[in-house]
């Protein structure tokens, strides 16, 4: 059985890294992996582009994790964003920022980024054994024994420290199926119930399916329970309709609040398609609309910064004609239309589940985890690193940014 002083189990971004800071500290370190080649989920991620991270601080992330943000601050601390950013450009990948905040590499391709943690990896002297699925761990005596089962044979290895870097149960055909749950949880870890994050919602809503490939910029979203009057969250950024209901950064925002809620049937979203003009000032717009072009139909002349296709739905749902002509708009019908354009309500069926979260909440629980080091405060030389920890961010690279830090952040403690 060989013996190695560190055994990362799983190559996504948090082990990649773990492991070459790991080996770049003297410890003899290998690295296993499910999958026939690293970094699977770095080549699915940003439509193929990868969203490094957020052009940002660290007080930046910390806000947007909201009460998991403390737990961020050490392993920030040795990896922040304007590190990374340079960690990857030193192995010859240079990036760009985008409009919203996001970092990626210039050439758009994920694989640029996945062969520079590569690099750093072969450079660290870490070995990495593919086609490697880790099968059990257990503690024998002062170590740890690591199961594998590979194409020949079972094999085990022994390890001093173990950094379990297995992800979590998002896209599981990459690989995250949450064997790392188990395995933490059979050394006495809490695993707080995963969910799906940053996943589209459903809805039976027809009008909604009908605008199916219809993207809006900019929506204000507030997410309510049917049988309560107070928000339980509220989001803004561009929403895209889809066959099955909704899509987009402002939706896949607000999904862990979803996900969270015991009943997600029972929720409804309130969408504001003009979140910058105010109500009275929306009125005022239609009623000098009208008088000015009374003789058009009100879809062509009411809110002409939205798409067509979205205004005839929106005053359907107003319960107004489609062809009404502006000039037989009366101040009832007007008040309704403004309503609907600034608060329709479309009643939710679910989400797209974990096939289709890019991240997933829930995990193991961050109260028995050292953040000044990722060790476990339970189990003496494990560590633990990225989506296997009870952390999610928004959408926007917040997530592969606390992947990698509190990668880094572990291959510097073992």
């Known amino acids: 059985m060989d013996s190695y002083e560190v055994v990362v189990i799983g190559a996504g971004a948090a082990g990649l890294l773990a492991a070459a800071v790991a080996a770049e500290r003297g410890r003899r370190t290998l690295l296993v992996e499910k999958n026939r080649r690293p970094g ?29 943000g403390d737990f961020l601050h050490s ?16 192995e010859g990948v240079p990036t760009k920022v985008e409009e919203t905040g996001k970092v990626f590499p210039v050439s758009n391709r994920a694989t640029d980024v996945l062969d520079a943690l590569i690099r750093r990896l072969d ?48 896209y599981p055909g990459s690989g995250t199926a949450g064997d790392g749950y188990a395995w933490a949880a059979a050394l006495g870890h809490t695993i707080v119930p995963p969910r799906p994050a940053l996943v589209p919602l459903t809805t039976d809503a027809a009008w909604v399916h009908a605008l ?74 239609i009623r000098e609309s009208c008088a000015r072009d009374g003789k058009r139909q009100i879809a062509a002349i009411v809110a002409p910064e939205l798409p067509r296709r979205l205004v005839e739905q929106l005053i359907q749902l107003a319960g107004l004609p489609p062809d009404l002509k502006a000039a037989e708009l009366s101040k009832k019908g007007r008040s309704d239309l403004v309503a609907t354009l ?19 909440a829930g995990g193991v629980a961050l109260a028995e985890i050292d953040s000044r080091t990722m060790q476990s405060k339970l189990v003496p030389g494990l560590y633990l690193a990225g989506e296997i920890l009870d952390l999610d961010g928004p959408i926007g690279g917040y997530n592969f940014q606390a992947a990698f830090s509190t990668g880094y952040l572990a291959g510097m403690s073992v």
Not at 44 to 53: E, F
Not at 140 to 148: H, K, L, N, T, V
Not at 237 to 255: A, K, Q, R
């Open 342 to 360: 600034k608060s329709v309500r479309i009643p939710l069926t679910g989400t797209r589940g974990f096939a289709k979260a890019e991240v997933t």
């Open 123 to 170: 450079r660290s002297g870490a070995k990495m054994a593919l086609n490697s699925p880790a099968t059990a761990i257990e503690r024998d005596g002062e170590q740890f024994r690591i199961s594998i089962r590979n194409a020949a044979e079972g094999v085990a290895y022994s390890a001093d420290k173990i950094i379990l870097t297995t992800g979590g149960q998002s």
């Open 212 to 285: 199916s490939g219809v993207t809006i910029p900019d929506v204000a979203v507030t997410l309510f329970s049917l049988d309560a009057k107070q928000p339980l969250d509220q989001r803004r950024g561009s929403l895209l309709f889809t066959h099955f209901g909704l899509s987009g950064p402002v939706i896949l925002d607000i999904s862990r609040t979803v996900t969270a809620a015991s009943d997600p049937p029972s929720l409804a979203l309130a969408c504001d398609f003009l979140p910058d003009t105010r109500v009275d000032q929306l009125d005022g717009n």
């Open 75 to 90: 392993a920030l601390a040795a990896l922040g964003p304007a590190d990374l950013v340079k960690l990857i450009e030193d």
């Open 40 to 68: 699977v989920k770095i080549l699915m991620s940003g439509g193929t582009r990868c969203n490094i991270t957020q052009a940002t601080d660290k007080w930046g992330i910390v806000r947007a994790y909201r009460q998991q």
